[in-house]
């Protein structure tokens, strides 16, 4: 008689009621029953070393015992209000402190919906239309955002390719598709569409690709000349790259940034930030009944996601934490070079040491077009392996964190050396 274990159980009954059985975000064919510091247990009680870490948002690792804490203290007070509270107020200072572009905020409850807005309020200061994005480069789910974001045949620049069914055709002409990291294809693109665009929105690391030496303030320096404005998607690298997000790491301040991920603390929350002056669309009161970008939302900054959020920003300013998430990224970087140099195998190691990805290529790797290079059948036996071996790693970049100790990179290290030798 055959056991049905307790994974194989729930995959069967989310195929029952999920569409392709899952939620929509990794591999469902894999349940997870709890997370504890650097690690995770699936439901048939399997241990894997987390390098997807929630996409992103537990930088401290999973169950944080002060997080906890907090959100604990805050539950019997309350979940949710559709009201100021202070936990919310507390949390938006701290985020205008931190972040050198930030004098107000505005919360929602995704990253994705801080995206919308955020290309919404630049066609509400500007009064245009039009929104520049960079091929290859994600900003949630809302019909721009799915424009080029991982098209499968090149089109010429500035051409939008829809990447989902649903999105009326009309939404394409509204988008301008750019190469990532060219300098002299935004100018043009800008010398002949400028007077007709609202923003420019942009991972300032792009998925895992680092910007090159000046391109953001090349970005900067063109939504200025032709009165753009310029939109740092920082739902990933926002606290993570630094505590000032991408903005101090890589010295450029935009109008306007999107944050998400760590500022709710593994909770659902997210914010628009920028200059006061683009900001006050928000308040009917400053903007008039014409100016005015309507935004509600049930939970957002809820109390819960405040709490958890204020208490892992209060943990990353304590002194040596950036220095160390930065030690343990150039580690386990360090253990996936050794373990794939002596195969011969062509490859780079792009991004930075908190985020960053093994890409199977002998090219180097500055944009979209440039990842397609990647061998597909490596970069999937390569992830199998890694899997296989005890780590959990979703498919498109390496997240590293905070709880990861000396006996996960163990782990982290033999996983690299079966899947490397698997490879060659």
């Known amino acids: 008689m055959t056991t049905i274990t307790s994974q194989t159980n729930w995959v069967a009954r989310a195929k029952a009621v999920l569409p392709a059985g899952g939620f929509g975000n990794f591999d469902p064919?894999?349940?997870?029953?709890?997370?504890?510091?650097?690690?995770?247990?699936?439901?048939?009680g399997n241990e894997y070393v987390d390098y997807l870490i929630g996409s992103?948002?537990?930088?401290?690792?999973?169950?944080?015992p002060e997080v906890l804490e907090a959100v604990t203290e805050q539950l019997p007070r309350g979940q949710t209000f559709f009201a100021s509270n202070a936990l919310g107020i507390e949390l938006a200072e701290e985020i205008c402190r931190a972040l050198p572009c930030a004098e107000h905020l505005r919360y929602v409850s995704t990253g994705g919906e801080a995206d919308m807005y955020a290309m919404r309020l630049a066609r509400a200061f500007t009064g245009r239309d039009k929104i520049v994005k960079f091929e290859g480069g994600y900003h949630g789910m809302s019909a721009e955002a799915q424009m080029s974001l991982a098209?499968?045949?090149?089109?010429?620049?500035p051409g939008a390719v829809p990447d989902s069914a649903g999105i009326p055709a009309g939404v394409a002409s509204e988008v301008l598709i750019a190469p990532f990291n060219d300098p002299d294809y935004i100018r043009s693109l800008l010398a002949e569409w400028g007077d007709q665009v609202a923003g420019i929105i942009v991972e300032p690391l792009q998925r895992f690709i680092p910007?090159?030496?000046?391109?953001?303030?090349?970005?900067?320096?063109?939504?200025?000349r032709h009165g753009i404005v310029l939109?740092?998607?920082?739902?990933?690298?926002?606290?993570?790259?630094?505590?000032?997000g991408a903005q101090e790491t890589y010295g450029v301040t935009p109008d306007i940034a999107t944050l998400g991920k760590?500022?709710?603390?593994?909770?659902?929350?997210?914010?628009?930030?920028?200059?006061?002056?683009?900001?006050?669309?928000?308040?009917?009161?400053?903007?008039?009944?014409?100016?005015?970008?309507?935004?509600?939302g049930t939970l957002s900054g809820n109390p819960?996601?405040?709490?958890?959020?204020?208490?892992?920003?209060?943990?990353?300013?304590?002194?040596?934490?950036?220095?160390?998430?930065?030690?343990i990224g150039k580690t386990v970087m360090g253990l996936a070079r050794d373990a794939l140099d002596p195969t011969g195998i062509p490859y780079r190691l792009v991004g930075e040491p908190s985020l960053f990805e093994v890409i199977f290529t002998d090219r180097n790797v500055r944009n979209y077009r440039d990842a397609l290079s990647a061998d597909d059948a490596r970069t999937a036996s390569w992830n199998e392996a890694l899997r296989a071996h005890g780590l959990f790693k979703p498919p498109g970049k390496i997240y590293s964190c905070l709880a990861l100790n000396d006996d996960?990179?163990?782990?982290?290290?033999?996983?690299?050396e079966a899947a490397a030798s698997q490879l060659s």
């Open 408 to 416: 996960d990179l163990e782990v982290t290290k033999r996983a690299f």
């Open 231 to 244: 939109i740092f998607d920082e739902i990933v690298t926002g606290f993570r790259l630094a505590y000032g």
């Open 29 to 44: 064919g894999i349940v997870i029953r709890e997370g504890r510091g650097a690690r995770v247990r699936d439901e048939d």
């Open 262 to 296: 760590i500022i709710g603390g593994g909770f659902p929350l997210a914010a628009i930030a920028g200059r006061a002056e683009i900001m006050k669309h928000f308040d009917k009161s400053l903007a008039g009944p014409d100016g005015w970008l309507m935004q509600v």
């Open 304 to 327: 819960i996601a405040a709490a958890a959020g204020l208490k892992t920003l209060e943990i990353l300013r304590r002194p040596g934490q950036y220095e160390r998430l930065e030690d």
């Open 211 to 224: 910007p090159d030496s000046r391109y953001l303030q090349v970005l900067r320096k063109e939504a200025d």
């Open 56 to 64: 992103g948002p537990l930088i401290l690792g999973h169950s944080h």
């Open 151 to 157: 098209p499968e045949r090149p089109v010429n620049f």
